[in-house]
């Protein structure tokens, strides 16, 4: 890590956090979207995948404006999310109950961006970093509605049809998933 003295330190420090972050995630989404069995959730996150692109160009927009190098900084935390949802990957189960468990993986992601922008934004805020603050808002305005429409979608079909999946056996158990096992 570099030293962190000054608050233009901890702006850039952060922003290429944020930066392979959300390149993590380029990778790492495709493999989701391949395993939900929800249209729905498929079509969303497809969607989000797209704007996912368009965060990694603000934020090589934002380096531009501060005459920066668009470089990333490994971000550990979004690894460990990521690691995480990806054993769902392995996954055998009903798909309804896997696709609820997608989308609690997919907010965790959500709220980790949410929550670097939010820092970034004020720090930038105080830096007088104008064009960047607003590219930073555009990314994380579409953070937070991903996450609200993976809420909605998880309340309004998602976790009703888990909860009922487990119901479909004598064991509790719901019948298994009949989606082929992912390539690796």
Avoid at 27 to 32: R, T
Avoid at 83 to 105: P, T, V
Wanted: aromatic share 4%; glycine share 8%; proline share 3%.
């Amino acid at each position: 890590m570099s030293d962190l003295n000054t608050l233009q330190d901890v702006f850039e420090d952060e922003l290429r956090d944020v930066y392979d972050a959300e390149k993590q995630i380029l990778k790492a989404l495709p493999k989701v979207i391949k395993a939900v069995t929800s249209a729905p959730l498929r079509d969303g996150l497809s969607d989000h995948l797209e704007e996912t692109r368009g965060h990694v160009e603000r934020l090589e927009e934002a380096f531009a404006s501060l005459d920066l190098k668009p470089k990333g900084k490994h971000c550990a935390g979004m690894a460990g999310i990521l690691e995480e949802s990806s054993e769902l990957l392995k996954a055998d189960g009903e798909d309804a109950a896997l696709d609820a468990a997608f989308i609690a993986g997919c907010q965790r992601v959500e709220h980790y961006e949410i929550t670097a922008y939010g820092s970034l934004m004020a720090w930038a805020k105080l830096l007088g970093y104008d064009e960047a603050l607003a590219l930073l808002k555009a990314n994380e305005q579409e953070e937070k509605t991903a996450d609200a429409k993976l809420s909605k979608l998880a309340e309004s079909a998602v976790n009703q049809q888990a909860l009922r999946a487990g119901e479909g056996s004598e064991n509790g158990q719901g019948l298994k998933s009949k989606r082929p096992t992912p390539v690796r």
